[in-house]
């Protein structure tokens, strides 16, 4: 059974890293597209970035040139560096296998606050 | 970026109802199209891929429609597990990106 699990989130400052992970099995992420969508509290669903089986990345237009989208193909893992993080990414972020299969993950709860 | 409305943001409707939302997009996207539906807690669920194809295990009475800019999701007599909030994906071009949102509730 295909599980993805987030892990990493948290409450941070503004300005401030987190990197979160997204352990995989039964899947493996150098063969798909995976994908991270987020839903800020109380609106709606955001894509937010995918990594390709070539390793090509994509992002929103929010979170380019912060959010970086990276995996470790031996651990089976995904990683989202996020930098300078501002209120507004405030969201619950889930690993997802979108666009290739229906599997997400969970999610886990980043709060970017002072 | 592509924009996707969706509409109607909201709507209330009773079991057994013929349930439509429509999704525009802001520029043709051939038939690359998903539909969503999320529950609070839960993670969301692939209900329709490109525009029309029901996804695997899905009930059939769900349905999509359309093509380049204007596409529809139906639920054919409306059940109790359908109250969701319900999302169409465009996955023509990056970023990808997703309507916001139809909520569903029961009258």
């Known amino acids: 059974e295909v599980q993805l699990v987030e892990s990493g989130g948290g409450l941070i400052q503004p300005g401030e890293s987190l990197r979160l992970s997204c352990a995989a099995s039964d899947v493996t992420v150098s063969d798909n597209y995976m994908s991270w969508v987020r839903q800020a509290p109380g609106k709606g669903l955001e894509w937010v970035s995918v990594?390709?089986?070539?390793?090509?990345?994509y992002y929103a237009d929010s979170v380019k040139g912060r959010f970086t989208f990276s995996r470790d193909n031996s651990k089976n893992m995904l990683y989202l560096q996020m930098n300078s993080l501002r209120s507004e990414d405030t969201a619950v972020y889930y690993c997802?296998?979108?666009?290739?299969?229906?599997?997400w993950g969970q999610g886990t709860l980043v709060t970017v606050s002072s | 970026a592509i924009q996707m409305t969706q509409s109607p943001s909201s709507l209330s409707a009773s079991v057994g109802d013929r349930v439509t939302i429509t999704c525009r997009a802001s520029?043709?996207?051939?038939?690359?199209l998903d539909w969503y539906q999320h529950k609070p807690g839960k993670a969301p669920k692939l209900l329709i891929y490109a525009a029309s194809s029901l996804q695997s295990g899905v009930p059939s009475r769900f349905s999509g429609s359309g093509s380049g800019t204007d596409f529809t999701l139906t639920i054919n007599s409306l059940q109790p597990e359908d109250f969701a909030t319900y999302y169409c994906?465009?996955?023509?071009?990056?970023?990808?990106?997703f309507g916001q949102g139809t909520k569903v509730e029961i009258k």
């Open positions: 520029q043709g996207i051939r038939n690359d």
């Open positions: 990594i390709y089986s070539g390793g090509s990345t």
């Open positions: 994906l465009q996955n023509y071009i990056y970023p990808w990106t």
């Open positions: 997802t296998t979108l666009g290739s299969g229906d599997y």
